[in-house]
């Protein structure tokens, strides 16, 4: 196969945001893509197959783009750009540096850093319901999170209910002391360090008191209607069937509802149906509500955890298969048995 030769012409500044310190984003690329990228003077050059030089030329020319228009160039952008090159898929990255939500109170932007995120945000925006389902990481509850306070930020609603359903993660915690909140904080703890990252601990504190902010468990959402509220239910996977219904018919006027959860993550006893799982089945033709899937390409943590989410995801594909398989199995021998 002969080498094939693309050179670009870069300002020095982005040419040293692509290659990345100590060259490591260049040196992903040149791997992934298998192409050599060599600075030549202010010149890249980019040599390989054909095939792949035009990709490596594509995606730098994007990755330019972007930083050219002032976005930093971060590992898990560089990832993502090369997953869709890979793919074959176009990579749009100013659908999603043109969609800020807010910032976070030391100025940084919160933004979506995925395509998957980016529709997330808009049916957020477009939808009284949305439902955001997908893995650790996604930025499902981040996202949700960053819309409400928006939104109360910009008078679209009156007040923030944040709610999951309080259940041990695989450990008994077993009795807890001190008052309400001191019992339901282990739980909703993660709903709290988003706040503070966003609104700040001394506004979050403020706006609590006042009844405008209010974190709660699941359980004490009965009886209550739910007007011009930005509502989040987090973890939904762990709610019942009983619990999600509950929920779901306590929306008033005015109000916005986003439900996250991750299928695969269930802390509910052995016997007991998902209400996320039946709500997803019961309510997908409902044109109101949108249901936003999130995969592992829309992990936003570290590369390795994507990694790990891509692993489990193959290996319940496998485990699946293997199931569904031997019950095929039992069942023709049963009816071969039967005939006899």
């Known amino acids: 196969m002969s080498e094939f030769v693309a050179e670009l012409e870069l300002d020095m500044d ?25 600075d030549r003077g202010g010149a890249l050059r980019i040599k390989g197959a054909q095939e792949n030089v035009a990709k490596a030329e594509k995606l730098i020319l ?3 783009d972007s930083v050219a228009k002032g976005n930093p160039l971060e590992e898990q952008r560089v ?12 990579i749009d990255l ?59 930020k910009n008078n679209e609603v009156e007040r923030i ?33 988003a706040l503070y990252q966003i609104m700040g601990a001394e506004s979050f504190q403020k706006n609590m008191e006042k009844g ?27 709610t019942t069937e009983a619990q999600m219904k509950m929920f779901l018919t306590r929306i008033g006027f005015g109000s916005k509802v986003v439900v996250t959860g991750d299928a695969s993550q269930k802390d509910l006893s052995a016997g007991t149906r998902s209400g996320l799982d039946v709500a997803v089945r019961v309510l997908t033709k409902v044109d109101e509500i949108a249901f936003c899937n999130l995969t592992s390409k829309d992990v936003v943590r570290h590369p390795l ?9 193959e290996y319940e594909r496998k485990e699946t298969r293997k199931t569904s398989e031997g019950k095929t199995r039992e069942k023709g021998g049963y009816q071969r048995n039967r005939k006899r």
């Open 79 to 90: 990832n993502y750009a090369l997953e869709l090159t890979e793919e074959g898929e176009d």
């Open 305 to 313: 955890v994507q990694k790990i989410v891509k692993a489990y995801e």
């Open 212 to 238: 405008l902010i209010e974190v709660a468990p699941l359980a004490y959402m009965r009886g209550r209607t739910l007007d011009n509220a930005y509502i989040i239910l987090d973890e939904a996977q762990n």
């Open 14 to 38: 982005i040419m040293q945001s692509i290659f990345g310190q100590y060259d490591s984003y260049i040196a992903k690329i040149e791997k992934e893509l298998h192409v050599m990228v060599l």
């Open 62 to 64: 994007t990755l330019a």
């Open 94 to 152: 100013d659908a999603m540096d043109g969609t800020c939500i807010c910032h976070t109170i030391a100025g940084k932007p919160i933004k979506p850093k995925t395509l998957g995120q980016k529709k997330y945000v808009d049916a957020m925006r477009d939808h009284m319901i949305v439902f955001g389902l997908g893995p650790a990481g996604t930025g499902k509850t981040y996202l949700a999170m960053a819309m409400a306070i928006t939104a109360f």
């Open 161 to 193: 209910i944040l709610t999951r359903p309080a259940i041990e993660a695989g450990e008994k915690l077993g009795f807890l002391p001190g008052d309400l909140q001191s019992k339901v904080d282990p739980y909703l703890r993660p709903l709290y360090d």
